[in-house]
């Protein structure tokens, strides 16, 4: 008796610690609307194998339903461009992405913080990553820092423009 309870204990604890977590967006790292976007997430602690992501506003003048945009994503990838065509959403606050189940998008996995997309033509966000590593550290743990600079308008190419096009506009640089 005593071992069965504590094999389904041991299990328990196991499917709890292993969780789904949105790392970006958040609080401080935001979209840009009609742009090229980053969602990552911690697929290494992940029990799931795949998810659907949907965005979803707080505020249902902004978005009146919770919006599926990527219909099965793999969790191994841990990160996604997502397009501009995906991100066509109004510049507002309040902003969530869920990581649901894809046979049952009300079956939530993971729930990003509150965010914010800006509007077209904003510059991106800081972020700063422990995981990597640097050529010049001072003793302890390294740090690589990455820049999206250049704003959106350096990303964005309006849909149905040939590539061609965008670099003789200047909206991309070869």
């Known amino acids: 008796m005593f071992r069965r309870l504590a094999l389904a204990a041991a299990a328990l604890l196991s499917v709890v610690s292993a969780q789904l977590t949105i790392t970006s967006p958040g609080t401080n790292d935001w979209w840009v609307a009609s742009s090229v976007n980053t969602l990552a997430w911690s697929c290494s602690s992940s029990p799931y194998q795949n998810f659907t992501i949907i965005i979803a506003n707080t505020n249902t003048s902004i978005l009146a339903a919770p919006l599926p945009i990527i219909a099965v ?20 606050t309040g902003y969530t992405i869920m990581l649901a189940s894809t046979l049952n998008i009300t079956d939530i996995y993971a729930t990003s913080e509150p965010f914010e997309i800006k509007a077209l033509g904003s510059s991106y966000p800081t972020t700063t990553s422990s995981a990597g590593s640097s050529a010049t550290s001072t003793g302890g743990a390294a740090q690589a820092t990455t820049t999206k600079a250049g704003g959106a308008l350096a ?20």
Do not use: D, H
Request: with cysteine; proline share 5%.
């Open 155 to 174: 990303q964005y190419i309006p849909v149905g423009m040939s590539m061609v096009a965008a670099l003789a506009l200047g909206l991309v640089v070869a």
């Open 73 to 92: 994503e793999y969790n191994y990838q841990c990160s996604l461009t997502i397009t501009q065509q995906q991100s066509a959403q109004p510049a507002a």
